[in-house]
T-cell receptor
Framework: EAGVAQSPRYKIIEKRQSVAFWCNPI?????LYWYQQILGQGPKLLIQ????????DSQLPKDRFSAERLKGVDSTLKIQPAKLEDSAVYLC????????????FGDGTRLSIL | GIQVEQSPPDLILQEGANSTLRCNFS?????LQWFHQNPWGQLINLFY???GTKQNGRLSATTVATERYSLLYISSSQTTDSGVYFC????????????FGRGTQLTVWP
């Protein structure tokens, strides 16, 4: 089966600019996650969707980050305006909603803020 | 959230050596995954192992959920095993959200 698709793979922007990332989960996976991985650390959850509804966005900096999952399939994550500390890899993952299933991760988007 | 501690933080091996990576977690879980992050940043699923023992080629993993730890064994290591190994845990109350450790950086020299 096809894996989780993410684009772009790399993005370089200046601080205060805006940026958007796209994720297409594995077909049929109802649960979708966005994680942020800062250099030298493990990934940390930003937001979790179940179909097109938000389950957990408690760690999302809502003053600058937004995410949506229209129609319960693809998702976009946006940062506006970007700060230097947003430099990180942004990983999308999806999971079959049935119990006892692993999460599958995309290749991520590496974001550099100048 | 759940605290996840991995040890050792760094590991340097000669090709052919064996190693054991450890993951301790602070609460009961019903999801535990081991990942390998390669030098290109890709997170590769190694094991989904909330309990018990599994083997896949030169890799095997054991989770003792009642004692809140998991071990990843790498035998006859190869240079391609280099990268960061992450343990991640989750529980049903959070609908599958994973909490990651800081990882073990493994370097295998020829």
């Amino acid at each position: 089966e096809a894996g989780v698709a993410q684009s772009p793979r790399y993005k370089i922007i200046e601080k205060r600019q805006s940026v958007a990332f796209w994720c297409n989960p594995i077909s049929g996976h109802a649960t979708l996650y966005w994680y942020q991985q800062i250099l030298g650390q493990g990934p940390k959850l930003l937001i979790q969707f179940q179909n097109n509804g938000v389950v957990d966005d408690s760690q999302l900096p809502k003053d600058r980050f937004s995410a949506e999952r229209l129609k319960g399939v693809d998702s976009t994550l946006k940062i506006q305006p970007a700060k230097l500390e947003d430099s990180a890899v942004y990983l999308c993952a999806s999971r079959d909603a049935r119990s006892n299933q692993p999460q599958h991760f995309g290749d991520g988007t590496r974001l550099s803020i100048l | 959230g759940i605290q996840v501690e991995q040890s050792p933080p760094d590991l340097i091996l000669q090709e052919g050596a064996n190693s054991t990576l450890r993951c301790n977690f602070s609460d009961s879980v019903n999801n535990l995954q081991w990942f390998h992050q390669n030098p290109w940043g890709q997170l590769i699923n190694l094991f989904y192992i909330p309990s018990g023992t599994k083997q896949n080629g030169r890799l095997s993993a054991t989770t003792v959920a009642t004692e809140r730890y998991s071990l990843l064994y790498i035998s006859s290591s190869q240079t391609t095993d280099s990268g960061v190994y992450f343990c991640a845990v989750g529980r049903g109350s959070t609908l599958g959200r994973l909490y990651f450790g800081r990882g073990t950086q493994l370097t295998v020299w020829p």
